[in-house]
Each structure stands twice: as structure tokens, then as C-alpha cells.
């Protein structure tokens, strides 16, 4: 017995192209059962909640008055699970240079420093803590950015 007779069928029974396409509907039927029916992923990521306190260094009341308790940060093209908690102000120091020659520190009439504090969920895979795609540890530099403001700041604490 030929495997492909005259008339182009496989052992005189199917053609080759229709094998083909009837192999093809066989691996995509397949495929869709085995798709339905895989393993989905867990939900369950081990979280811990960190307090990260932000320093904005002498800013006017207009930049306080735009931070509210409740905003959330927005990094890299969305808002990230950190949360302002806490927003507090205190009055600026600056270096002053007096006429003979010292350097004295004074509170500047109208500039405070703002303090954030914020509550960010961070994995506890990773033993880096993450703001966004930034690794949040004490005297990084930083844009604190919310739906009202960005401004440059510093991390000055990091608490578990």
C-alpha cells in the first residue's frame, strides 16, 4: 500500500491538507481546554504597611495648603498604594550671613519646612521598601507628586 495515492490522500483515506487543517482544530480545541482549565494565580502577596516621612523644605502656604490627608502619590504614569496620613509644618531655617562675616541660622518670616508622613504596602518578598519604583530609604532625593503638587523632597524616616 502507497502512503500517498494518485489521488493525493494519505494511506487512500484523507488528504494531506485536510489532515493538516483537522490537526490544527484538534490543537487549538486543545489549547482553549487546556487554557479554561490552568491554574490561576494567587491573590495572596505578603504585605506590610511602612510610614515614610517626607521633608519639603521651605515651601510657602500656598504648596501646605495643596496637601491633604487622603491624596495619594503618583509615580511613573499612575497613582501608587501610598497614602498621605499626616501633614505638619514647621517654620524654615536658612543661613544668614551677618555684616561681620558670621553665619547665623534664623526661621524664615514666611517659608516652613512640610513634613509628610505616608502609609505605603510594599511586598514583604523584596527586602527593599519600594515608593513607586523608587527604593524609599532616609536621605534620598525624591519628587513628591500628587494630583495638586510636585516639588522636590527627602526621606528622613522610614518605620515599620
Request: charged residues 25%; glycine residues 6%.
Amino acid at each position: 500500500m502507497k502512503v500517498l495515492d494518485e489521488k493525493g490522500k494519505l494511506f487512500g483515506l484523507i488528504n494531506i491538507i485536510d489532515l493538516a487543517v483537522l490537526l490544527i482544530v484538534v490543537l487549538l480545541i486543545a489549547g482553549g481546554i487546556w487554557y479554561i482549565n490552568r491554574d490561576k494565580p494567587s491573590d495572596t502577596v505578603n504585605m506590610k504597611d511602612y510610614i515614610i516621612t517626607i521633608k519639603c523644605p521651605a515651601y510657602g502656604d500656598d504648596v501646605l495648603n495643596a496637601m491633604n490627608v487622603g491624596d495619594k502619590l503618583y509615580y511613573a504614569g499612575g497613582f501608587i498604594d501610598a497614602e498621605i496620613i499626616e501633614v505638619r509644618s514647621e517654620p524654615a531655617e536658612i543661613d544668614v550671613y551677618t555684616s561681620d562675616g558670621r553665619i547665623v541660622v534664623q526661621e524664615h518670616p514666611k517659608l516652613m519646612d512640610i513634613y509628610v508622613k505616608v502609609r505605603v504596602s510594599d511586598s514583604l518578598d523584596d527586602p527593599m521598601i519600594f515608593l513607586g519604583q523608587l527604593h524609599a530609604t532616609v536621605g534620598k532625593d525624591m519628587v513628591l507628586k500628587t494630583r495638586y503638587v510636585e516639588i522636590p523632597a527627602i526621606i528622613t524616616a522610614v518605620e515599620e
